[in-house]
């Protein structure tokens, strides 16, 4: 056989589509390596190399410009959507594009979304499963409750299937700005525990398994809460972190008092308070956490 003709086990192998592979997707090249075929799209020339070095073939194209995704459609049988909207509208027209794209050929079996638990807005410290409705209160909510809506619209009309894993906030220690150790250096403040809201948490790694176990394992239109087992307030999530990292455990403050010294986008989570189940990662998808908690994860 010619050293490079593909060898048929190369062959066989899936072939997957990474749109948006910044961290998290990095962390699911290193997953499938040598299990799938998989091409990364990136609108930067000088992450080329690094997505090569990864294991993808990267491909230059952007969710902006329309006439660059003409080839996506044509390429792969999966597609791992991790690219967020833009920063204003309400609607997701990058997804409107990327669907647009890939109905050109309808070749694409199955696709698993990134959304974000932020669709839900608050939902006052109540533990529930995916089948509670959407209120997005914000802009930032409404576009990814656009993308679900589209991505499902496309799974119907296709017959594609389509997983909606609705995420939490991630961390890792090795993630850029993905612990909470640099915010607690800053000396941020949070909420006393009479307006403290309840928040969620799922570690990269675990989320880059969930995303894997979804292209395997996803049920057709399906949303999925990609959450730990973690039921804890914000500020004694900031509490446990900094006791864990030696560190001044933050200020409390009154929601009165945040509202005047903390950032807008900063409030807004601070605003919404839920707990998500999650026995659906862990029984449909059959996803056992690597880090249940945020007490495994940020000791890891």
């Known amino acids: 056989m010619n050293p490079r003709t593909p060898s048929p086990s190369h062959l066989q192998r899936p072939r997957l589509l990474i749109v948006g592979c910044g961290d998290v997707g990095m962390r699911v090249l290193k997953l499938l390596r040598g299990r799938w075929r998989v091409v990364a799209l990136t609108s930067t020339p000088s992450r080329a190399e690094a997505l090569r070095a990864a294991g993808a073939v990267p491909l230059l194209g952007n969710l902006d410009d329309a006439p660059t995704l ?108 993905g612990h909470p150790r640099e915010r607690l250096a800053r000396g941020t403040a949070v909420l006393a525990q ?37 039921e804890l307030k914000m500020g004694d999530y900031f509490d446990l972190a900094a006791d864990l990292c030696g560190l001044a455990r933050p200020p409390r403050v009154t929601r009165a008092e945040a509202q005047l010294s903390l950032p807008a986008m900063q409030m807004s989570f601070m605003s919404e308070s839920r707990r998500l189940d999650n026995r659906r990662l862990k029984h449909e998808l059959r996803l056992r956490l690597r880090y249940p908690t945020v007490v495994q994860g940020l000791v890891a």
Not at 202 to 230: F, K, M
């Open 70 to 177: 003409a080839r996506l459609g044509c390429l792969c049988d999966a597609v791992l959507h991790l690219a967020p909207p833009a920063q204003q509208g309400p609607r997701d027209l990058r997804t409107a594009r990327l669907l647009q794209s890939l109905a050109r050929k309808a070749r694409v079996q199955r696709i698993v979304y990134a959304s974000t638990s932020g669709v839900y807005g608050d939902c006052g410290g109540a533990r529930f499963d995916e089948t509670r409705s959407v209120n997005p209160t914000t802009d930032r909510a409404l576009r990814r409750v656009d993308a679900e809506a589209q991505l499902r619209w496309y799974g119907r009309a296709f017959g594609a299937r389509v997983t909606l894993l609705r995420i939490p906030g991630i961390y890792a220690g090795d993630r850029p700005g």
């Open 194 to 230: 009479a307006d403290d809201v309840f928040t969620n948490h799922i570690h990269a790694d675990d989320l880059a398994r969930a995303c894997v176990a979804a292209l395997h394992r996803g049920l057709p239109q399906r949303v999925v809460h990609a959450s730990d087992d973690t």
